[in-house]
């Protein structure tokens, strides 16, 4: 069933597990993430990123996430990840994601809570719920990540904008990690601590284990997840056609929805939000 993010998000903030938000690029990608969830019994975000528009438009994924969501037996949210500007999110929010993100993060502070909360106030008057990003979060091979988000500024920028979901910086970078990075945990507990909000974990692919459990019991109710699917699709391929000579165009299909499955199946174990949902 279709939901928005707070109500996806509050029973994760209440008994400290996290929700997977998995970029899904294509319907194999949906159907793989989806049948994971419901064998799982788990509640699920799906989004996609404006960078990832060229190859996913968005107003051709969107139908395809609405429809999906619609029938399916959990609870899942349609997000727009890393929205780039007003004009975008007003875009996912006319063709009917229950949640948008602003990321205004390389802003400086005031003009990030000005267009926020710009964001913010047509997306409530529209019945969506919004996410945005306070510190920076680094990108593999081109940041080191070390702008981690100021708690003071936190506090102030959620009363400021009100928004539904904060995604923060404490040493997470997007992409393929060449080294499995150390999380600011206790920076994450600091943040938590001055906020009630659910806080957001960009970057999920690469984590440690022991990083994962820390920040989903301490406040981290949303993990993305982006490349670490596109890499377990894209093994699985090359497996295949290792193994066949000659692999048929349906077969490599089912090849793609089975390892979405896999790869979102052991995401939501690790983020122990199976068995959440009758
Ligand atoms: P990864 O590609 O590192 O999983 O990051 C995904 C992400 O944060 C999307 O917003």
Known sequence: MLCTLSEILRDANERHYGVGAFNCLSLENVMGALEAAEELHS???LQ??????????LELMAPLFLRAAERSSVPVCV??????????????LRLGFTSVMFDGAALPFDENVRNTLLVARMAKAAGVDVEAELGRVGDSGVDTADVFTDVEESVR???ATGVDALAIAIGNLHG?????????????????????????????SGTSVEDFK????????KINVATAIQRGIM???????????????????????????EVVAEHIRLFESNDRVS
Do not use: W
């Open 176 to 204: 393929h990690y060449i080294h499995t990075p150390q999380l600011n945990i206790r920076r994450l507990i600091e943040i938590h601590e001055a906020n009630q909000l659910p806080l957001v974990l960009h970057g999920g």
């Open 157 to 159: 920028f959620v009363e």
């Open 43 to 45: 509640p699920i975000i």
């Open 235 to 261: 093994k699985r391929i090359c497996q295949r056609m290792e193994a066949e000579a000659e692999v048929g165009y349906i077969p490599l299909k089912q090849v793609m929805i089975d390892a979405s499955r």
């Open 214 to 221: 820390a920040c989903i019991h301490n406040g981290i109710c």
């Open 48 to 57: 996609l990123a404006e960078v990832q528009f060229p190859e996913a438009p």
């Open 79 to 92: 997000h727009l990840d890393h929205g780039q500007s007003f004009e975008t999110c007003a875009r996912a």
